[in-house]
């Protein structure tokens, strides 16, 4: 017994909802996702996430000799996660002499967090 394949109009949509009817975000939509995709990357780390708790519940800046005995990690390692967030836009650093003061950036974080509930 042979098997017959049904053939299917290859212009047609296999769900019922049609090509046309989606749309894909415009550029500016891209470039929020972009910058969200890339905090949200570098919060993805339980120890980054402890750091900016600790920066946001201090209410004040902080150097990096305040946060390192609060972690149980070397310096470096601290340093290197700060980096990461410094980067990534979530905290600002200001150098004063020999010693760098670091606090979160509220807009940048809560801009992140926006353009996430934007796509639901």
């Known amino acids: ?63 990096e000799c305040n946060i390192v005995p609060l972690f149980g990690l070397s310096q470096s390692t601290i340093s290197y996660h700060l980096k990461v967030l410094r980067e990534a836009g979530i905290v600002e650093c200001e150098k004063r002499g020999l010693w760098a003061y670091y606090r979160v950036n509220t807009r940048a974080l809560m801009g992140a967090v926006k353009t996430l509930a934007e796509l639901a």
């Open 1 to 63: 017994m042979a098997t017959e394949a049904k053939v299917i109009n290859a212009g047609a949509a296999c769900c019922g909802i049609e090509p046309g009817s989606i749309h894909e975000a415009d550029a500016a939509q891209d470039g929020a996702l972009a910058d969200a995709a890339t905090r949200f990357k570098a919060l993805s780390d339980e120890t980054r996430l402890r750091i900016v708790r600790t920066m946001v519940r201090s209410k004040h800046e902080l150097c």
